[in-house]
């Protein structure tokens, strides 16, 4: 075992059990328990500055994913019908769309964009919708 798994070991398990692991290595060093308690007084600085969003916001921006889901699904449906393919295809035919940048971080503020992005089908292009296949 690698000293960078003893430290881990050491540090102790309730840390661990506090912290939520992202990829597939262990993390090099896990936060303290004075590490913990500045990140709490960190957030409540940050929450009392207003630089959280309100549970309305998140719950527009959800809406907000949402519809631009709705519509880039339609468009795709349309422009695979106005295509000529079957109507097997139209039906299957669908969308995913992604997030990324601060959002997906979850460090957006109140009032961020929302950077998304919209994977279709292969034969779907930006040119349809600019040549008003929608």
């Known amino acids: 075992m690698s000293s960078i ?47 959280y969003e309100s549970e309305e916001e998140t719950t527009k921006r959800q809406e907000v994913l949402l519809e631009i889901e709705r519509i880039c699904k339609e468009w795709v449906k349309q422009f695979t019908l106005q295509r000529g393919y079957t109507d097997q295809m139209v039906e299957e035919a669908n969308v995913v769309i992604f997030t990324f940048g601060s959002y997906r971080l979850g460090v957006h503020g109140p009032g961020d964009d929302l950077e998304t992005l919209c994977v279709g089908p292969s034969y779907v292009n930006r040119g349809g919708l600019l040549n008003g296949a929608a």
């Open 5 to 51: 798994d003893n430290a881990s070991e050491a540090s102790g398990s309730s840390i661990q059990n506090a912290v939520k692991q992202y990829g597939i290595t262990n993390p090099v060093s896990l936060p303290t328990n004075p590490d913990l308690q500045r990140l709490a007084e960190l957030e409540k600085f940050l929450a009392e500055a207003g630089l």
